[in-house]
């Protein structure tokens, strides 16, 4: 019989779908036979319709006119959770925008598997917020409307680690106990889970899982911190306004330089009322220049485009010792050089919570680091050098394991969908 259940997982940076086909978990091929869905949305004026994945990121960046927005994950358990936006003049619910997103998953996988799924096991991060359950709990009756509004008719969760761990599973022939390292765009979550061939059999594994824990730092938080780094300072972050009255200078404030780095804020910024804010600021500039740029940004919504420059440089650099953020969009020739070193040293208090909450959830196990016999690592982050040693230090005995860095949670959710549905 056909099995209508399936695993979604949606991430911040890129989403995955997969089911069960009677013999093996299979991704669903989600856009022009790739497995992972940039979990992006752009909006376009012309046509009226939304676009997904690498087409939204097509489309803004070949100069399509509407809106672009990604992140959105990193909504859920913020005060932005309930709130709109405005496209085209009509308010739009962010928890209706990730619905939309959501449901062309679900029909993408429906058409390539060719029968309706209206079960889902949905990924979730062991934490949404950091030491706030109330809100981890809000976050995760949000993201199961969402899936219920995408046409799922029964919805359940796991933890995002858990389902990397039934993934790894399927490949052991002996008891292991292991730290499943999952470090995506969003959240950096952990758990150690004892495994075996004979747990693949097992309904129940709560008995295995000896530990899972995480903090709220990913990919999109060290975007962040390049972006405010290196980047806004070219867009007058840190410079001086003159006083209206008086003499003397002021630092501008920052709070624009902040949002437009941060990707699930950057829309916001598209407001007449913040364009004459910095119009203002820039009548007061001690650097005109750089607050034209600003200016220029905002007025024709630049600011995703800086951004996926950010990031593109910092997946460079997991290879090269030196890279470029291309600023070109905005100025012809400018550009902002960083070295790995340095981009380093501005994630290094976020590489240190990271380390800390592994170590955290090493000792909720109650095991010391040398009973860990494999660190499976999925999740784009996980290769980023640093971050990586980082993890690798703190297990020193344990054998690398590297997981399908974007398909192994999708996978491990089928599996989970499999147990739990049929």
Known sequence: MTSNAIGVDFGTS????????????VLAPLEDGKFDLPSTVFFDFETGQRKYGRSAIDAYVGDGEGRFMRALKSILGTSLEDDFTYVSGKRVAFVDIIAGFVRSIRETAEEFRGAPLDKVVAGRPVRFVD???????RAQETLERIFRTAGFEEVSFQFEPIAAALD????????????IADLGGGPSDFSVVRISPAGRTRADRSGDILATGGVHVGG?????????RKVMPEFGMDSRLRRDFGDGTI?????????????????LLYDPAILREVKDYLRLSTSPERIERLAHVLEERLGHRIALEVERSKIALTDADDAWISLAAIEKGLKVDIARAE????????????????????????????????LFLTGGTTAIPVVRRALLEAVPDAAVVEGDRFGSVGIGLALEARRRFG
């Not at 030491?131 to 709990?137: P, T």
């Open 220 to 228: 999109t938080d060290l975007d962040r911190l390049v972006n405010l």
């Open 251 to 267: 630092t501008i404030p920052r709070h624009v330089f902040v949002s437009l780095s941060t990707w699930q804020k950057i829309h």
């Open 131 to 137: 030491e706030d359950d109330d809100a981890d709990r």
């Open 14 to 25: 890129n989403s995955t779908a997969a089911f069960f086909d009677g013999k093996e978990p």
């Open 168 to 179: 790894y599973e399927r490949s052991v022939d002996k008891e292991e106990i292991a730290l």
């Open 343 to 374: 981009f380093e040293a501005i994630i290094a208090r976020e590489t240190g919570a990271i380390r800390k909450a592994l170590d955290v959830t090493l000792g909720d196990a109650g095991i010391g680091s040398e009973r860990i016999s494999a």
